[in-house]
């Protein structure tokens, strides 16, 4: 499976993005990470066989992470975003993952490249 992600940029704190992931082929649970300039890469958000979604507490109320199944599709909408949001934000898909891994970026098989975002103050 190889995954392509889309729809990083540059945005003012307060604003929104979006990104978008799509997969060459189906896929049953989707997340997204995220790194910072010196930081290690940190889970974001992640959608786990169609059925839960998980957020980490930081984005928690600001982002919302959905899938278009007919599309192999994930996306991230932004919002309320902070300069603290600035990252590459990768996504990534596996379709053996076990609920108490979603979480954690080894679980993942396949990866997409990063895309940017941006937010300034």
């Known amino acids: 499976v190889q995954l392509q992600a889309s729809g990083g940029g540059l945005a003012q704190a307060g604003g929104s993005l979006r990104l978008s992931c799509t997969a060459s082929?189906?896929?049953?649970?989707y997340a997204w990470f995220r790194q910072a300039p010196g930081k290690e890469r940190e889970f974001v958000a992640a959608?786990?066989?169609?059925?839960?979604?998980f957020y980490a507490d930081s984005v928690k109320g600001r982002f919302t992470i959905s899938r278009d199944n007919p599309r192999n599709t994930v996306n991230l909408q932004m919002n309320n975003l902070s300069p603290e949001d600035t990252a590459v934000y990768y996504c990534?898909?596996?379709?053996?993952?076990?609920?108490?891994?979603?979480?954690?970026?080894?679980?993942?098989?396949?990866w997409g490249q990063g895309t940017q975002v941006t937010v300034s103050s």
């Open positions: 990534a898909a596996d379709n053996g993952l076990i609920l108490s891994s979603v979480r954690r970026s080894s679980a993942y098989k396949y």
């Open positions: 082929g189906r896929t049953l649970s």
């Open positions: 959608t786990f066989r169609g059925t839960n979604t």
